[in-house]
């Protein structure tokens, strides 16, 4: 019985050598997979989610670095001579949706107005802006700068007046207290405000903010992706920058989780999230290897070969086994099969934990040669995590006037049809490692392996 399948299958095999008509199919069938266009659509194929208490308490620490600036006090008459300078520190920076605006933010900053060494009261000053997009080079950044403050709006407390009042009494000898009356000082102290507040745009633009540069400000610099569309929203307690990529992604991301689920993740108060569309990650994996970032040719148990007469694509369908390989050889022994898995991912003592399970060929075309699917889904699911991860330690987040900077990847798992990562600031991804990588490592400068045909076997090429 053995032996007559054997013969079976050297019939086939002969079958699919000597006729280009197969060849030709399956050869086609690649050529459809590699030649498909990027879908249309508004469900973005990757989104980075920044809390917004993250971007204000950045900024805010940003400030410490600006030195307070002083003015003189201006109406204080004969008790001039006594009076310290007003000083103006920023305190700190809010941003926030601006209502009735789809893209434009409020920022808010609050400058702590003191006398010498008292503290006075705090004038807030807000304004509206949009943020900086640069699809090309993949750059979000909203920032205050002092040419932005002709519409900022002074707010100033009632108890301004009363609070320097008693600073300047503090400061004039009991001799000149005695000659003066409180009301008189009260009087000098109101004029002193009223003329701050009238005219706190010309004298804080000029005297202030414009010496101390760009006040405040953050960068994102998105992963090394073919961007298609690049976008900032933000709903109750977060930002997110979305992104559509030039690939052929059949579905993006669905309905993001809501900013208080979000909040719900151990250690997502201070953590970058990024979503990642199952469908990108696979195709990710596909432009990397079409451009030679990944190994592209394979032996027929799906290990990595150079000159390997297999090429490979994948996808991601709904479903049980949603991970889907196509593995293609149009060359020699011509096969097309399809292999189906269910994936795994985590991250643990810092490195990436990759799997399968529920590897089966479900579709097979050609001589029944191609058994072992197991290697096919490991190492290319092992790729594509590897594809994404590897982009995503690409991403620079900066605040102020810091360079942008690397983030540490704190987790990964998969939710749905989205691979998420949490991100944390301050270091480089790039140092979490992958455990049980079977692909071999590209080194940088060098490419892999293309797939072409073997010299001399035309048939189907």
């Not at 949706?97 to 705090?122: E, T």
């Not at 009632?158 to 009991?174: G, N």
């Not at 995590?385 to 330690?393: D, L, M, N, P, Q």
Request: with cysteine; charged share 20%.
């Amino acid at each position: 019985m053995r032996s007559m399948f054997a013969l079976a299958a050297v019939a086939a095999a002969a079958t699919f050598q000597l006729g280009c008509g197969p060849c030709q199919q399956i050869a086609a069938h690649r050529d459809a997979f590699q030649a498909r266009e990027a879908t249309s659509g508004a469900a973005p194929h990757l989104a980075i989610s920044i809390p917004q208490s993250l971007i204000n308490d950045a900024m805010s620490a940003g400030l410490a670095r600006i030195r307070p600036k002083e003015l003189d006090l201006p109406g204080m008459g004969q008790i001039a001579r006594y009076v310290d300078k007003m000083s103006f520190a920023p305190k700190r920076i809010g941003i926030e949706r601006a209502a009735n605006s789809k893209d434009q933010y409020r920022i808010a900053m609050d400058l702590d107005v003191g006398l010498g060494s008292s503290s006075l009261f705090v004038m807030t000053l807000a304004t509206q802006t949009a943020p900086l997009i640069n699809r090309e080079k993949g750059e979000v950044e909203l920032a205050l700068r002092a040419d932005m403050l002709e519409s900022l709006t002074p707010s100033i407390p009632d108890a301004a007046v009363s609070r320097l009042t008693s600073a300047l009494l503090s400061k004039v000898p009991a001799a000149v207290r005695a000659l003066l009356p409180r009301s008189e000082i009260d009087r000098l102290s109101r004029g002193a405000i009223q003329y701050v507040s009238q005219n706190a745009v010309r004298l804080l633009r000029s005297q202030i903010l414009t010496p101390m540069g760009q006040l405040a400000s953050f960068r994102f610099k998105m992963p090394d992706l073919p961007l298609a569309s690049l976008e900032m929203v933000s709903q109750s307690g977060r930002f997110d920058i979305l992104a559509r990529t030039t690939l052929p992604v059949q579905r993006g991301l669905g309905t993001l989780p809501s900013a208080a689920a979000s909040r719900s993740r151990v250690g997502a108060a201070d953590s970058i999230q990024v979503r990642v569309a199952t469908g990108a990650v696979v195709e990710l994996a596909n432009w990397a290897m079409g451009r030679g970032e990944l190994p592209n040719a394979f032996d027929m148990n799906g290990k990595p070969t150079p000159g390997g007469s297999f090429s490979a694509g994948l996808e991601w369908a709904s479903g049980e086994s949603p991970l889907k390989i196509n593995a293609w050889s149009a060359q020699g022994t011509c096969i097309r099969a399809r292999i189906g898995a269910n994936p795994l991912v985590a991250l643990r003592d810092g490195k990436l934990d990759l799997g399968v399970q529920g590897v089966k060929i479900e579709e097979l075309e050609g001589p029944p040669l191609l058994k072992e699917a197991t290697q096919w889904a490991t190492s290319l699911w092992d790729n594509s995590v590897g594809a994404s991860k590897t982009r995503i330690s690409t991403a620079k987040f900066g605040l102020g006037g810091d360079k942008a900077g690397g983030m540490d990847l704190a987790s990964v798992a998969l939710e749905g049809d989205a691979l998420v990562f949490s991100l944390k600031t301050g270091g480089s991804a790039a140092n979490t490692r992958q455990r049980k990588r079977t692909a071999p490592v590209i080194k940088k400068g060098t490419r892999s392996q293309l797939w072409s045909p073997a010299p001399g076997a035309r048939c189907g090429g």
